[in-house]
Nanobody, 121 residues
C-alpha cells in the first residue's frame, strides 16, 4: 500500500492550504484516516482523524481552523487548513489503517512520506 501526499508549501500567516493523500495498492477497505504533524524538535502529534463513517476528531490547537474530509470511493483524505499560524509549521503525515485484500479483517498501519507546511509570520 502506498500513501501519496500533496499540497504542502509556503504560505503567509492567515492563509490557507489544502493537503491531500491518496492510498493505493491491494486494499480491501480503508478504515480510519489521520493527519499527523511533526515540528522541528517536537514529537509527532495527531492533528485530525476521520473514520470510514465520517466521524471526525481534531487536536484542540486546530479546531475551527482545519477540516478533514475523505472520499471512500477513491481512498483519499484531505485536510483543509485555514487561518494558518506560524506554529502550524511542520511536516504533515498522512496515516491510515487498512484492511488488505485476502487478510481477513486484520488492519495494517501505513504512513505517507510527509509534506512540508511552512507558515511565515
Amino acid at each position: 500500500v502506498q500513501l501519496v501526499e500533496s499540497g504542502g508549501g509556503l504560505v503567509q500567516a492567515g492563509g490557507s492550504l489544502r493537503l491531500s493523500c491518496a492510498a493505493s495498492g491491494s486494499i480491501y477497505r480503508v478504515n480510519t484516516m489521520n493527519w499527523n504533524r511533526q515540528a522541528p524538535g517536537k514529537q509527532r502529534e495527531l492533528v485530525a482523524a476521520i473514520t470510514r463513517g465520517g466521524s471526525t476528531n481534531y487536536a484542540d490547537s486546530v479546531k475551527g481552523r482545519f477540516t478533514i474530509s475523505r472520499d471512500n470511493a477513491k481512498n483519499t483524505v484531505s485536510l483543509q487548513m485555514n487561518s494558518l499560524k506560524p506554529e502550524d509549521t511542520a511536516v504533515y503525515y498522512c496515516n491510515t489503517q487498512v484492511v488488505l485484500l485476502g487478510s481477513g479483517n486484520r488492519e495494517y498501519d501505513y504512513w505517507g512520506q510527509g509534506t512540508q507546511v511552512t507558515v511565515s509570520s
